[in-house]
C-alpha cells in the first residue's frame, strides 16, 4: 500500500494500520490547488479525514487544528461535489471557512478559500488564515 502510516508521524499511542497519510500539505487550496490523493477515497474502509490548521506569517503553524471527517459514501455517491469546513480560533476572534470540491481521487481548492471580508450577516472572515495539513484515510 501507498502513503504514511500514522506511526510514521508520531511515537505515540495505539495506530491502526489502516489510517493512512493520503496527502501532506500544507495547502491554502486556493482555486489553482488540487491535491491528489495517494489513493482513492473509495479504498479506504470508512472515508477520510481533513486535517487544517492556523496558518500565520506565511506558513502552517502548529496549533487551532480542525479535523473533518468525510464518509467514502457520500463521496461514491457525489463524486466532486463542493463541501464547506468552518473554523475558528479558540476565543473566536477569527472565522474561517474552506470549500472544496472532494473527487474519489483528489481534492480541488476554490478562490474563496484564500479571501477574507465581512459576510452580509457581518461576521468578518479571513480564509487565509488556515490551511489544509493533512488528508487521512479511515
Known sequence: PTGTTLSDMSNSGTIRPWNKVLWKGPNAMNG???????????????????VFSRRADGAAQD????????????????PGCGYNFNMASSTCSLFATKYLYIRNDAIVGNDNNTTSGTGASGIKYSNGDYTLRYVIGV
Open 32 to 50: 489553482s490547488a488540487t491535491a491528489t490523493l495517494s489513493e482513492n477515497v473509495s479504498d479506504q474502509p470508512t472515508g477520510i479525514v481533513l
Open 63 to 78: 496549533y487551532e487544528f480542525t479535523s473533518y471527517f468525510v464518509p467514502k459514501a457520500q463521496v461514491v455517491t457525489h
